[in-house]
Each structure stands twice: as structure tokens, then as C-alpha cells.
């Protein structure tokens, strides 16, 4: 079946595999990302530790792609005005792989410098207009 036809959440682990390379150039990345998808590699970084591809999820359970190639680790932070994010986690079927959201924010900022990669959330769900 084609991952277009069902929920990103149904996908197997290969469906994640074949969408795009995103382009790793734009380092700093803001738009409306609701979700990640850590989709481990059979690759190893310089620093022993696996890479990890990252797979934003945008409003609409669009994924946009994959940031492949070369994250080892993923740091997590919150929006300037709070102390710190609350992350939520759980584990998709059939594809077992990990998800993770902001429970504070509708908009992530993306920071893919060299072998971490930044995850910040830039605007609270309560803001008002």
C-alpha cells in the first residue's frame, strides 16, 4: 500500500525510509511542526553512536521529509519565555519507531548544526492573536 494512502502513524519503518532527503543547508528552520519521527540508521556517526534521521511533522500529519545523514544526538529545549518544554513520547505500530511533541507549543524551531540537533518549541498553544 502507499504511505499516501494511509496515516504517517500506520506507516512501516520503510514507508519513513523512502520519503526525500530534506535539504540540510537551511540549518535554521522555523515552521508549523507539530511532531518528530526519530528514524534510527544502520549508520554510525564518528562518535560511536548511531545516526538518526529526523522526520518533522507538520500541521495536517504532513511529514515533510527526512534530516538524514548525520545527527547522533537531539537536544530538546523550550521557547525563551519558559524555564523548560514538556515533551510527550510513545512509539508508532507497526513502524516501532519514536515520536515526540511539545505539549506547549504549535510551532518547533530546528537547529541541525554539526552532529546535534536542536529542537526548540517557539510558540505557546495558548497565545492569542
Not at 47 to 66: A, E
Not at 77 to 84: I, N, V
Not at 108 to 116: F, G
Amino acid at each position: 500500500m502507499n504511505p499516501q494512502n494511509k496515516h504517517y502513524t500506520q506507516w512501516s519503518r520503510k514507508d519513513f525510509e523512502s520519503l526525500p532527503e530534506l535539504d540540510r543547508s537551511d540549518f535554521d528552520y522555523t515552521q508549523d511542526i507539530r511532531e518528530f519521527v526519530i528514524l534510527p540508521t544502520r549508520k554510525r556517526h564518528d562518535s560511536g553512536y548511531r545516526i538518526m534521521d529526523i522526520i518533522p511533522i507538520v500541521k495536517g500529519d504532513t511529514p515533510l521529509g527526512r534530516f538524514a545523514g548525520m545527527t547522533d544526538s537531539i537536544q530538546l529545549g523550550s521557547a525563551p519565555y519558559r524555564q523548560f518544554a514538556e515533551w510527550k513520547m510513545d512509539c508508532l505500530n507497526p513502524s516501532g519507531l519514536i515520536r515526540f511533541w511539545s505539549i506547549q507549543g504549535t510551532e518547533s524551531r530546528i537547529k541541525y548544526p554539526y552532529s546535534t540537533f536542536e529542537i526548540s518549541v517557539t510558540e505557546s498553544i495558548n497565545k492569542t492573536k
